[in-house]
C-alpha cells in the first residue's frame, strides 16, 4: 500500500476508516486497509511522514475488537493523543488527534461508536457565527504555533488572558461559548485540542490567520 501523503490528495474509494495528515506541506488523507498500520519515516511503513523528528518505525495502529490502537514503538520524541504523550497504548475514536513529531494526524471513520453520521456530517458543516471576542479567543488558543505550522501545545487561558488583556474569568467565558458552539464537549487539554482541531477543520480560523495575528501583535507589542 502507498501511503506516501500529498497534500490535497482524496483517495477515491476510502474505506471506513482512515486518517487526515496535517503537515507545512497540507493535509493529506490515508486510507487504514488492513488491521495494522506502521506509521514512521522510512519508506517500508505504511503511512511515510517526511518529518526529521518522527523515527524510522515511530508508531503502529492496530484494530482490537472493532477499534482502532496505537502503540509507540520506543521512539525518539514519543507519540500523543489529544495532547497526552501515550506510554504503552491508547484506544482511539473517530475526531482524536494523534501527533507524531511536528505531524498531526486525525482519525475519521466509523470506528466503534454509533454516531458515525454525525462525525461525517459535522465534517461538511460551516463554522458557527463568532464574535469578535471569540475570535480572538480562538487564535490566541494558537498562539504557540511554530513557522511550520504546527503546535506542540496550545496556550493555557491564562496565556490567553494576557495575550488579549482580558481576565481569566473572560477567556474561560469565550472558551465556554465556543465549546458550545463548535459542540465540543469533555473537558481538560484534551477539549482544547478538540476546540483547535474542529475549529481548522470547519475553516473558522486557518494558520495564515494565525500568523497574521502574530505579527500584529508582535508589531504592536502586545
Known amino acids: 500500500m502507498d501511503a506516501r501523503v500529498e497534500p490535497g490528495r482524496i483517495e477515491a474509494d476510502l474505506p471506513m476508516d482512515w486518517v487526515e495528515v496535517w503537515s507545512s506541506a ?3 488523507r490515508v486510507s487504514l486497509a488492513g488491521d495494522r498500520i506502521t506509521i514512521g519515516r522510512s519508506s517500508r511503513n505504511d503511512v511515510i511522514i517526511d518529518d526529521p523528528q518522527i523515527s524510522r518505525l515511530h508508531a503502529v495502529m492496530e484494530r482490537l475488537g472493532g477499534a482502532w490502537c496505537i502503540r509507540d514503538i520506543s521512539s525518539r520524541n514519543g507519540t500523543f ?7 504503552q497504548q491508547a484506544t482511539l475514536r473517530p475526531g ?3 501527533r507524531v513529531g511536528r505531524t498531526r494526524l486525525m ?16 465534517a461538511h458543516r460551516p463554522p458557527p457565527r463568532l464574535t469578535h471576542r471569540e475570535r480572538d479567543t480562538l487564535l490566541a488558543l494558537f498562539s504557540a504555533v511554530s513557522a511550520t505550522d504546527t503546535f506542540t501545545e496550545l496556550a493555557t487561558p491564562r496565556d490567553i488572558a494576557g495575550l488579549l488583556w482580558i481576565t481569566e474569568a473572560a477567556v474561560r467565558h469565550h472558551l465556554a ?16 485540542v478538540r476546540l483547535a482541531n474542529e475549529a481548522l477543520r470547519r475553516g473558522a480560523i486557518t494558520f495564515a490567520d494565525v500568523r497574521a495575528s502574530t505579527a500584529e501583535r508582535a508589531a504592536t507589542g502586545s
Not at 493523543?81 to 506510554?87: C, E, L, Q, T
Not at 470506528?111 to 459535522?122: A, F, L, W
Request: net charge negative; aromatic share 4%; hydrophobic share 30%.
Open 177 to 192: 461559548s465556543l465549546y458550545e458552539k463548535f459542540e465540543i464537549d469533555g473537558g481538560g487539554e484534551q477539549r482544547r
Open 96 to 98: 482524536d488527534e494523534i
Open 26 to 28: 497540507g493535509v493529506g
Open 81 to 87: 493523543v489529544n495532547g497526552g504523550r501515550i506510554v
Open 107 to 122: 482519525l475519521r471513520g466509523e470506528g466503534p461508536v454509533s454516531d458515525t453520521d454525525v462525525e461525517v456530517t459535522v
